[in-house]
């Protein structure tokens, strides 16, 4: 047998036109390992055995103290074992559990694959029909997070090279299945380092399984604190192993300051505003069947930023693939999938990003030749393709957006709510008390209690937290109302180029938006519609947009308010800290900037933000919103460490000290 400490076989880039499967005698078979998916004998028989039973479950689950059960598998294959585990936790889960199924994949199916590797499991045909739906494109990489609402069911799908995005994920399992194709034939998925970072995502008591009891691999898993021992096999598979982790608890070793809080046990979340922030969080709550006390000053969604009559759902690509970028592709296919849940409609023909000058053109051709397009289901057209898509002239290339569009960011944060809505009152501070916090109105009068608090009121949110630092900037932004015309109806596409501009809806088009600091007071409303900022908004279209209106376009009016802008114009989510505290316990940083033992943060515990979401927050707001939920119930990462460390709350006092500039 290969050494699975060995080097491993180089990756091909994941390919849906080179599938790498057969069926022979209707087993799925890889073509890459020369190995099957699962037993000739009985796929389902064997998952049951080996992973279900290796694992101690269903009773691992019902005895558990906490409301979540996790489930991380190497090799999701072609979904059989999370097939098989969803449908066991259909028959037997705790009153009020949620499931989480985390899966790795470095070369995944495309859906008719798995409907046909799905197929000789007709008992399971009803999920294997909910997964095929929404199951992502195989050419898209990264973290994929998908609710199964109904069951309480959430699968994260991490897609790429094992040990890497393994290294990447903050989690606590309860359960592993290791389900790598067979040692010997890809000796990757066992090697060392992969081992290792079971052990870190590991706690007391975490159980595990495999088909395999190679040598190698239970020598393997014994070196990082597994007690390992042999059980009869499946079929013809003489031995297959189950597994208990009693190692030492690794602890976060990723930098300190954006550490996990601690956790404990939830009656009541508080959620303040009611814009696409606070839908998305009090939605996020609702998904796990947590209480939500709902605030708004306005008593009502979208009263303000989020009520425009239009925007943009689009990702925004980066040239190096950097970690903006990456966190707003898996933004944007949140987004799109709860969209697609919710039944939710992303209205037009895409969204076209106009290369409107050279180094546009030349930055959009760098994105597509570094592969930074396929994950967003974007491509880089000449100008005749874009003409084409968008069904008007528009005479630039211009990046395509294929499952973009344009949404009513009321009706989209109703979607992202479900069936809540927000109680009218206006929270003027948070006063901490034994049981958690209370909300207090402007005059100091009682409005609730909670257990914990998610700040998603924009520019509100800092006065509610005056311990926390957060640097939001107040920022007015103006959309304007067009009549259509002749020409302007054929659009079909929304046009993105420095602003934007939707197809006409109901004789309407929207443009937007403009981008103004200072001149009003931060937390205003409402705010008043400037006509100077028509004619901004209008001065902005290029001249093929230009040519569908007439030389004085007709404004229907127009919508403005105030946006909170972060300093790195990147969106805020996770746990509030002590600011005093975190400056006095990383005032090292300094004098050495790479010095990071400052220890956990001080967190004013049970308090968490979402907001400094700008101008993108229809894209934003359901990842951020879930990230912040994740972490205060002690649940699995939906984004990786770099991608959380980019967000967190922390990160301006960190970046601060380390410039010396506090």
């Known amino acids: 047998m290969t050494d699975p400490a060995s080097d491993p076989p180089t990756a091909r880039p994941l390919d849906a036109t080179d599938p790498g499967l057969v069926l022979r005698d209707g087993v799925p078979v890889s073509t890459r390992f020369d190995d099957v998916y699962f037993s000739r004998e009985d796929g389902l028989a064997e998952t049951a055995h080996v992973f279900l039973q290796g694992c ?4 691992a689950w019902r005895g558990l103290s906490r409301p979540s059960f996790t489930v991380a598998e190497t090799g999701f294959g072609t979904g059989l074992n999370f097939l098989a585990t969803w449908q066991l936790w259909r028959e037997t889960r705790p009153a009020g559990g949620v499931l989480h199924y985390v ?3 470095g070369f995944p199916l495309t859906r008719g694959q798995l409907a046909d590797a799905l197929s000789a499991f007709p008992r399971l045909g009803h999920l294997a029909d909910r997964l095929r739906t929404r199951y992502p494109e195989p050419i898209t990489g990264g973290t994929h997070r998908i609710w199964f609402a ?10 790429g090279e094992a040990a890497e995005v393994l290294a990447g994920l903050e989690a606590r399992a309860d359960a592993w299945f290791l389900d790598g194709f067979a040692p010997a034939k890809n000796p990757s998925m066992w090697r060392a380092e992969l081992l290792a970072e079971v052990a870190r995502l590991s706690g007391p008591g975490t159980r595990l399984a495999s088909f395999t009891a190679a040598g190698a691999v239970r020598r393997g898993l014994a070196e990082v604190g597994f007690a390992v021992e042999k059980r009869a096999g499946y079929g013809r598979k003489r031995d297959c192993i189950a597994a208990t982790f009693a190692g030492p608890v690794s602890p976060f070793s990723g930098e300190p300051w954006y550490a996990p809080p601690p956790t404990r046990p939830l009656g009541q979340v508080a959620v303040i505003g009611a814009g696409v922030a606070g839908a998305a969080a009090v939605g996020a709550l609702a998904l796990r069947g947590v209480e939500t006390l709902w605030f708004d000053r306005h008593g009502r969604i979208g009263a303000e930023a989020s009520g425009n009559p239009a925007g943009l759902l689009m990702a925004r690509p980066t040239a190096d693939g950097d970690v903006q970028g990456a966190l707003s592709g898996a933004a ?15 209205g037009s023909n895409g969204v076209l990003e106009l290369a409107t000058d050279d180094t546009a053109l030349g930055r959009y051709r760098e994105m597509a030749d570094a592969g930074h397009l396929a994950p967003i289901s974007a491509a880089l057209l000449d100008a005749a393709q874009a ?19 344009w949404v009513d960011p009321r009706a989209w944060s109703a979607a992202l709510a479900g069936e809540r809505r927000p109680v009218r009152a206006t929270v003027g501070s948070l006063v901490p008390s034994p049981d958690g916090w209370t909300l207090l109105d ?26 926390a630092h957060l640097p939001v900037e107040a920022i007015r932004g103006q959309v304007t109302r067009l009549a259509e015309t002749a020409a302007s109806r054929r659009l079909q596409s929304c046009v993105a180029f420095g602003g934007y501009l939707s197809p006409t809806v109901g004789g309407t088009h929207v443009a937007g938006a403009t981008y103004t600091r200072g001149g009003f007071a931060p937390t205003d409303w409402p705010v008043a519609v400037q006509a100077d900022d028509h004619r901004r908004t209008l001065g902005l279209f290029p001249e093929a947009l230009a040519r569908l209106f007439d030389p004085a376009p007709s404004v229907l009016g127009g919508r403005a308010a105030i946006r909170a802008v ?7 989510a996770g746990p509030l800290c002590d600011a005093a505290a975190l400056a006095e316990a990383y005032g090292h940083l300094r004098f050495d900037a790479k010095r990071l033992d400052g220890g956990p943060p001080a967190f004013l515990e049970g308090v968490f ?16 919103a879930e990230l912040a939920v994740s972490q205060m119930l002690g649940e699995p990462w939906p984004v990786d460490r770099a991608m959380a460390a980019s967000v967190h709350p922390n990160r301006f006092m960190i970046r601060d000290l380390r410039r010396r500039r506090i």
């Open 566 to 572: 972060t300093p790195d114009r990147q969106p805020v």
């Open 150 to 159: 109904a069951d309480r069911v959430c699968l994260t799908l991490l897609i």
């Open 609 to 624: 933000a979402v907001t400094g979401l700008s101008s993108r927050g229809l894209v934003t707001a359901p990842l951020m």
């Open 56 to 59: 101690g479950l269903p009773d």
């Open 442 to 467: 402007p005059e100091g009068r009682t409005i609730a209690r909670a257990d914990a608090v998610i700040l998603a009121s924009a520019m509100l949110s800092p006065a509610l937290t005056p311990a």
């Open 387 to 405: 003409n084409d898509v968008a069904g008007v002239a528009l005479d630039r290339p211009a990046l395509w957006h294929r499952t973009g569009g």
């Open 332 to 346: 944007f296919r949140f987004a799109l999938d709860r969209a697609a849940d919710a039944g939710m409609p992303v």
């Open 103 to 105: 899966a790795v994949e």
